[in-house]
């Protein structure tokens, strides 16, 4: 054989033999890569159950975290509750702070309505026409200061009356009753009973004969719808 053929015949064997290396390489390449891929996916599951950070950094929130979450967004609104209860309630009750004297009533004569029946020409207060024996109630809190036939002493136009005194300085006047059923010095709440209207005194039908005074006495009254519009009772 020819020297030239003879290197040929080397070199082919020397292809030959790394055919079958390669083979191997390859096999062993695809074997890491697949190793990789699994210690990959067990990684994850790892991870996973330990609440370790995943792609984009997010953790993993376990199941105790949850309801500790639930539980404090529970507690937050449960708290929410109770203050919009409270402010609720607040609102109530100055919305009950002062009330109309009687119930299911007609508006008759109004404050400063001109007229001969009234000494001065003008009507001092105002008039609620309700049936003889109606609940008159205290339109606030306060303390009664008079009482009696006579006006209670403010004259006996406004026949049976009553004046309690409130805490803001202002006082409250009833007339024309046909029972007065409370005493001097007692304390009344809001919307308590303390006497049955009538038709006593110069009155020209069954009425109440409502003031609001900044004192006691008759010559102190003012509009006592507008008042009484003002603490938020629609009259």
């Known amino acids: 054989m020819s020297p030239k053929l003879e290197e040929v015949s080397r070199m082919s064997q020397r ?30 599951g790892v991870a ?8 984009g950094g997010v953790p993993e929130v376990s199941a105790s975290g949850v309801k500790a979450q639930a539980a404090a967004q529970a507690k937050a609104a449960s708290s929410a509750k109770a203050k919009a209860a409270a402010v609720k309630k607040a ?15 007609k508006l008759s004569a109004g404050y400063a309505q001109g007229g001969s029946m009234w000494s001065t020409g003008k009507h001092s207060g105002q008039d609620f026409a309700v049936p003889i024996g109606t609940n008159v109630k205290a339109v606030h809190g306060g303390t009664v200061v008079k009482t009696g036939g006579n006006g209670a002493g403010d004259g006996p136009a406004y026949g049976n009356a009553i004046v309690i005194k409130h805490g803001n300085g202002t006082y409250s006047q009833y007339a024309h009753l046909s029972r007065i059923d409370v005493h001097v010095g007692q304390h009344v709440s809001t919307g308590q009973h303390i006497a049955k209207s009538g038709n006593t005194g110069n009155s020209s039908g069954p009425h109440l004969h409502f003031e609001i005074r900044t004192t006691p006495n008759y010559g102190s009254a003012v509009n006592p719808v507008a008042f009484l519009n003002k603490m938020g009772v629609r009259v």
């Open 15 to 44: 292809t030959t033999s790394l055919r079958p290396g390669s083979s191997i390489l390859r096999k062993r390449a695809a074997v890491v890569a697949a190793g990789f891929g699994v210690s990959a996916v067990l990684g994850t």
């Open 48 to 55: 996973l159950a330990a609440g370790t950070p995943q792609a």
């Open 91 to 105: 609102a109530a009750k100055k919305a009950v702070s002062w009330i109309d004297p009687v119930s299911q009533y």
